[in-house]
């Protein structure tokens, strides 16, 4: 077999955001279908004061792949030092039958899409039919993805927008309405929580950023930010009442949202996760009042079957370099 090398650029290129959406949808369902291998991901911290690389990887038995990301951040001297962003990522994806490498490919666009998808996969699945106003509090990178794949599955007529940084804020503002012809309300997280019914919080805040009392009744919550034990944006009482639906229970309660809600005891128990409500074994929304919270901290599934649309979508169009990678004698 040979490997094929997809560039960033090619990746670029190959990325639809329809094709993300049914490749993290199926990866929800296999995850809950015992179609999953997923081990712990594993963290290197190096000599730059902050800098690390993870280790995500993956087996999907329904398609027969294993993906191996690896995701470096913190770098900060590498743009003046070796003219390098201080991010990168890196995605091999391995033939599950006969273990041969079927393709490295850039990685540091797919983590941003499937991340989008996955907030666009539960808004499907739980907000309300009518939900036509999103909120965004935080508007870097990953607010705009949310808004690139909530187009997707729903018509959006306003978007509400908070940030602590103006510069920030303006530019996703012109970026909104020059990409989607969108125009953004922009206020206070207070005011942007109350407009919504979708509310979709992407920020490193390490503290409550959301209230209960600013949410209203119906909202659906899409949760991004915490996916480490540290962060924080949701206000436990906001689970007290609400449908919780997570993307993995053993993740979400040890690094999520969720593990603040069952330390302030506002959360028992086992939580619904998503792929069980896609299934049909769980219920999601049960009505128009109540507020559903999405709690997503990023499985490896999802780059498995993310990369593995990638790499289909790849040679059908016949882009990438290939090689052979262990020669005929390996």
Same mark, same amino acid.
């Given at each position: 077999?040979?490997?094929?090398?997809? @560039?960033?650029?090619?990746?670029? /290129?190959?990325?639809?955001? +329809?094709?993300?959406?049914?490749?993290?949808?199926?990866?929800?369902?296999? #995850?809950?279908? !015992?179609?999953?291998?997923? +081990?712990?991901?594993?963290?290197? %911290?190096?000599?730059?004061?902050?800098?690390?690389?993870?280790?995500?990887?993956?087996?999907?038995?329904?398609?027969?792949?294993?993906?191996?990301?690896?995701?470096?951040?913190? #770098?900060? *001297?590498? +743009?003046?030092?070796?003219?390098?962003?201080?991010?990168?990522?890196?995605?091999?994806? #391995?033939? &599950?039958?006969?273990?041969?490498?079927?393709?490295?490919?850039?990685?540091?666009?797919?983590?941003?899409?499937? @991340?989008?998808?996955?907030?666009?996969?539960? $808004?499907? $699945?739980? $907000?309300?039919? *009518?939900?036509?106003?999103?909120?965004?509090?935080?508007?870097?990178?990953?607010?705009?993805?949310?808004?690139?794949?909530?187009?997707?599955?729903?018509?959006?007529?306003?978007? %509400?927008?908070?940030?602590?940084?103006?510069?920030?804020?303006? &530019?996703?503002?012109?970026?909104?309405?020059?990409?989607?012809?969108?125009?953004?309300?922009?206020?206070?997280?207070?005011?942007?929580?109350?407009? /919504?019914?979708?509310?979709?919080?992407?920020?490193?805040?390490?503290?409550?950023?959301?209230?209960?009392?600013?949410?209203?009744?119906?909202?659906?919550?899409?949760?991004?930010?915490?996916?480490?034990? !540290?962060?924080?944006?949701?206000? +436990?009482?906001?689970?007290?009442?609400?449908?919780?639906?997570?993307?993995?229970?053993?993740?979400?309660?040890?690094?999520?949202?969720?593990? %603040?809600?069952?330390? /302030?005891?506002?959360? !028992?128990?086992?939580?619904?996760?998503?792929?069980?409500?896609?299934?049909?074994?769980?219920?999601?929304?049960?009505? *128009?009042?109540?507020?559903?919270?999405? !709690?997503? @901290?990023?499985?490896?599934?999802?780059?498995?079957?993310?990369? $593995?649309?990638?790499?289909?979508?790849?040679?059908?169009?016949?882009?990438?370099?290939?090689?052979?990678?262990?020669?005929?004698?390996?």
């Amino acid at each position: 077999m040979e490997t094929l090398l997809l @560039t960033k650029a090619q990746v670029r /290129a190959l990325l639809r955001m +329809p094709d993300v959406i049914d490749a993290v949808e199926a990866a929800f369902r296999a #995850f809950n279908s !015992d179609q999953v291998e997923q +081990p712990d991901y594993m963290g290197l %911290h190096l000599a730059p004061k902050g800098a690390e690389i993870d280790f995500k990887a993956a087996l999907d038995r329904a398609g027969e792949m294993v993906s191996l990301k690896a995701s470096s951040g913190g #770098f900060r *001297d590498n +743009p003046a030092r070796f003219g390098m962003p201080n991010g990168m990522g890196t995605v091999l994806l #391995f033939d &599950a039958r006969s273990g041969a490498l079927a393709c490295v490919m850039d990685g540091s666009l797919l983590t941003g899409f499937r @991340t989008g998808a996955a907030g666009a996969v539960s $808004a499907r $699945a739980l $907000a309300r039919r *009518d939900a036509h106003r999103v909120g965004v509090i935080g508007t870097g990178t990953q607010a705009r993805m949310q808004i690139r794949a909530l187009r997707e599955v729903m018509t959006i007529e306003t978007v %509400h927008a908070a940030s602590r940084s103006p510069a920030g804020l303006d &530019a996703f503002c012109a970026d909104m309405q020059g990409e989607f012809g969108l125009t953004v309300v922009t206020g206070s997280p207070e005011e942007v929580a109350a407009a /919504a019914d979708i509310l979709v919080t992407t920020t490193r805040a390490t503290g409550v950023v959301v209230r209960a009392d600013w949410v209203r009744p119906g909202t659906h919550i899409i949760a991004i930010g915490a996916d480490q034990a !540290d962060k924080q944006e949701l206000d +436990p009482d906001l689970f007290r009442d609400a449908r919780i639906v997570v993307d993995s229970q053993a993740q979400c309660a040890a690094k999520g949202e969720l593990q %603040h809600a069952l330390r /302030a005891g506002t959360a !028992d128990g086992l939580q619904t996760e998503l792929g069980e409500v896609l299934l049909g074994r769980k219920p999601g929304r049960q009505n *128009d009042t109540q507020i559903t919270i999405f !709690d997503s @901290t990023g499985m490896a599934i999802q780059d498995t079957t993310t990369a $593995a649309a990638i790499l289909t979508r790849a040679r059908a169009q016949g882009i990438g370099t290939s090689f052979n990678f262990f020669g005929q004698d390996g």
